[in-house]
């Protein structure tokens, strides 16, 4: 198992990663559903919660159970069932936005008093949650399109604001 830093680093190692295209047209044809076991079903739909699945799988980390999806929403009802989840920014975490988390995802790569900044998938310039590639992205922490942050089973102790997180060691 792994620490926030080696999930971040794979997933900043992607960084303007494109799509395939058909005619002028982005398809969502990506390489991450192939590399993923069990995800090639996946490949041409929307791919942002399989670019964090993907990030996490190659470094080991393990996630709770029903949480490494391509679903948002399923992957964020896992975290919340597991106890693994926080309205607060926590480095490494997976972010979800839009209503249940449902609608995109991400992977923290820090935050501020303001700010997260998060490295996405199927996203593009403007930060949609249906995009071309990966970028990385600064949203407003208390924005309501911000749902909130499953944490994964990293090694180490989580940086966050959140009280009951911040310091405590994420691999239990």
Known sequence: MYDTTSAIAIAASQLGYREGRT??????DQKYSDQLPGFAWSDSQPWC????????WQTGVKVPEGARSASCATSATAYKRAGRFTEYPVVGAQVFFGAGGGTHTGL??????????TIEGNTNDS?????NGVYRKRRVR?????????????TGKASSPDPKWNGREMSA
């Not at 005619?23 to 969502?28: I, L």
């Not at 208390?142 to 990293?154: E, L």
């Open 23 to 28: 005619g002028t047209r982005y398809n969502n």
């Open 49 to 56: 919660a399989t670019f964090v699945q993907w990030c996490l």
């Open 108 to 117: 923290v790569e820090r935050y501020d008093a303001t700010y997260v900044y």
């Open 127 to 131: 930060g949609s949650a249906e995009g």
């Open 142 to 154: 208390r924005d309501a399109y911000v749902y909130g942050y499953g944490i994964p089973y990293y």
